[in-house]
């Protein structure tokens, strides 16, 4: 039996993604900020999941962390999904926010899954960052931002890991949630869909995935077009 922890489990991808893993017979820790949430969650396969209700900006992450893998009897798949992000641009307070999980709560959580996998020798951290990571916006300058941080980190952490720790940097361009940002969205990949790519990613240990894997070519005009046409669009 393999045991998981998700960040950001009360909606949306990890919501979805926890319940696959719990099909697939993890044990999973669930975490976010709504227990409500989670605990419906937990209804739907109660011998499967462990809930503990935390916010990941105002909580000693680590902490949390090591009572719910104490709880859980183990930890091989870490899942941080937990992510914020709104499209006004300029609101320092919004701004302040985005930072504070997509940046500071990520890092902390990322070291203390690093080092306990390196720690155990093995281990799976698999992070939700998103196509937005790969170019800036004017329309939200702090996600674009943080998910570029977040793919840069991931990144080195592949470098850092040695045999039997993986990481998997998920890049999602539109899935329908609350997080999907924008008016003209198009492409847009249902939560089950995302989820039953993203856990497949997972099996194969990929390092990079793109949520639906047609995003990749999104990916790639974008990484191609030049900043001076880039400017304009
Ligand atoms: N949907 C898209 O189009 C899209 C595209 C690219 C990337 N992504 C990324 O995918 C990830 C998952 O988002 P989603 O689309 O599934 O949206 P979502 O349904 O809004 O899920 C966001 C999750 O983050 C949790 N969360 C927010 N603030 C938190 C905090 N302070 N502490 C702990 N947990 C917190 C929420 O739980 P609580 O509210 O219970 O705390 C929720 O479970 C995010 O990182 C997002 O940036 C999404």
């Not at 040695?162 to 539109?174: A, H, Q």
């Not at 240990?205 to 030049?226: F, G, S």
């Amino acid at each position: 039996m393999k045991r998981a922890i998700i960040i950001g489990a009360s909606s949306g991808i990890g919501k979805e993604l926890a319940l696959i893993l719990a099909n697939k017979n993890y044990t999973v820790g669930i975490t976010g900020r709504k227990a409500q949430k989670l605990l419906e969650v937990k209804n739907t396969n109660p011998s499967r999941f462990i809930v503990k209700p935390f916010d990941c900006t105002t909580e000693n992450n680590s902490e949390k962390l090591t009572d719910l893998v104490n709880e859980i009897g183990g930890l091989d798949l870490l899942i941080m999904s937990s992510g914020t992000g709104d499209d006004v641009a300029l609101d320092y307070s919004q701004d302040q926010k985005t930072i504070q999980l997509n940046v500071l709560a990520f890092t902390e959580i990322m070291n203390w899954a690093f080092n306990f996998f390196k720690d155990q020798g093995h281990g799976h951290i698999t992070a939700i960052s998103s196509v937005a990571g790969l170019r800036g916006s004017k329309y939200a300058p702090s996600y674009f931002a943080s998910k570029a941080f977040q793919i840069n980190y991931l990144e080195s952490l592949r470098k850092l890991a040695k045999n039997n720790i993986y990481i998997t940097d998920v890049r999602p361009g539109y899935v329908d949630t609350a997080m999907a940002l924008g008016d003209n969205l198009f492409w847009v990949a249902s939560k089950e869909k995302a989820a039953k790519q993203i856990y497949r990613s997972i099996e194969k240990k990929r390092d990079v995935v793109y949520i639906t894997k047609r995003w990749r070519l999104i990916a790639w005009a974008l990484k191609l077009v030049p900043y001076w046409i880039y400017k304009w669009l």
